[in-house]
């Protein structure tokens, strides 16, 4: 038994061989077994070539068997090494309320935003693991909705006190403030293409900002709620060379050209406040795992909530809440 669950003794006479499919020993055993179904009928005949076919497809059948149960130990194994790495920490508790998040390959960063007893707005930027272990706080001048990176190492943030936030992300930290509004800010953004960035404040405003020089650009009412013509929050913006998305509470998208700070284009199909706007690769995912391009800017593709325009090879990405 033993000889035979190693080698196979073959015919001293030609003899067609099984037809074995490659693939796993799995598939391999499968074909076997389809031989021998050929062979089997015949062998009660006496046809010589026919015994000697079916008593090497057993002796083959045997050793995949057994290469087989080695195959589903090491699939084994390996379930229980991929279960032990997930049974690693897949959340933390903050000191502060979080309130955004990013990564890179080595990191997570998590701003935060909390009123503390005194009514006053205090925040935070944590660095973490990936496995979620707090590595460093950077504390921010105030409350912290949203930040970006204006390279690898360093942040720029948006900060409840009205003024831009930049550190480092290197040990130790370098951090500096700067005045922009009266207003609370939400959002601030940045791209390689424009010396300048972004940021949005709850008064309905938009700002232009030269980060080297510290000083305000220009700023412009970009978004205020119906009947009322009051100032509402302007949740996000994203900033590409000399075009900016904006989205509020008015439930409004806007494209503004920042060199005349007019507003370009207007899209008015939501039925709540705008949160989120990004511009992406042309060709995009949706939930379905289908990659393709979306519709110019007065059609749209709708995905779960997520709704994807594009303006010639611009797209716009852009994420509004309703009910809550």
């Known amino acids: 038994m033993a000889d035979d669950l190693s080698t196979a003794t073959l ?34 005949t006496g046809n010589k070539i026919c015994a000697e076919r079916l008593k090497r497809s057993i002796a083959h059948s045997r050793i995949l068997v057994r290469e087989c149960l080695i195959e589903a130990e090491k699939d084994r194994q390996k379930a229980a090494a991929d279960a032990a790495r997930l049974e690693m920490p897949c959340s933390v508790k903050l000191p502060q309320r979080p309130a955004f998040v990013r990564s890179n390959a080595s990191d997570v960063f998590v701003s935060t935003y909390q ?4 009514g006053s ?24 909705f949203r930040f970006e990176f204006l390279d690898p190492h360093m942040i720029i943030a948006a900060v409840t006190d009205g003024s831009l936030f930049t550190s480092s992300t290197t040990d130790p930290a370098s951090s500096a403030s700067f005045h922009v509004t009266d207003n609370v800010l939400l959002d601030v953004s940045s791209c390689s293409e424009a010396k300048f960035v972004s940021c949005t ?19 412009w009412k970009a978004h205020v709620l119906p009947y009322t013509n009051a100032g509402c929050e302007v949740w996000t913006c994203a900033i590409k060379g000399n075009m900016l998305c904006s989205g509020g509470e008015d439930a409004r998208l806007k494209l503004w050209d920042i060199r005349c700070r007019s507003d370009v284009g207007c899209c008015t199909r939501f039925e709540a406040g705008v949160t ?8 995009v995912a949706g939930f379905d795992r289908q990659l393709r391009p ?7 593709t709708k995905t779960e909530g997520t709704l994807q325009e594009r303006r010639g090879r611009t797209l716009l990405v852009f994420i509004w809440v309703q009910n809550g």
């Open 294 to 300: 979306t519709h110019p800017l007065v059609g749209r």
């Open 201 to 219: 404040d709850d008064s309905g405003s938009v700002h232009i900002v030269d980060v080297a020089q510290r000083a305000v650009i220009s700023s």
């Open 121 to 144: 707005r205090v925040g935070s930027i944590y660095i973490l693991s990936h496995g979620l272990d707090v590595a460093r706080c950077i504390p921010a001048p105030a409350g912290v």
């Open 11 to 44: 015919p001293q006479y030609s003899v067609p061989g099984p037809q074995i499919v490659g693939g796993t020993k799995y598939q391999q055993l499968l074909a076997v077994i389809e031989e021998l179904g050929k062979d089997i009928r015949p062998t009660y």
């Open 115 to 118: 009123l503390d007893g005194s």
């Open 276 to 283: 989120f706007c990004s511009w992406q690769d042309e060709n």
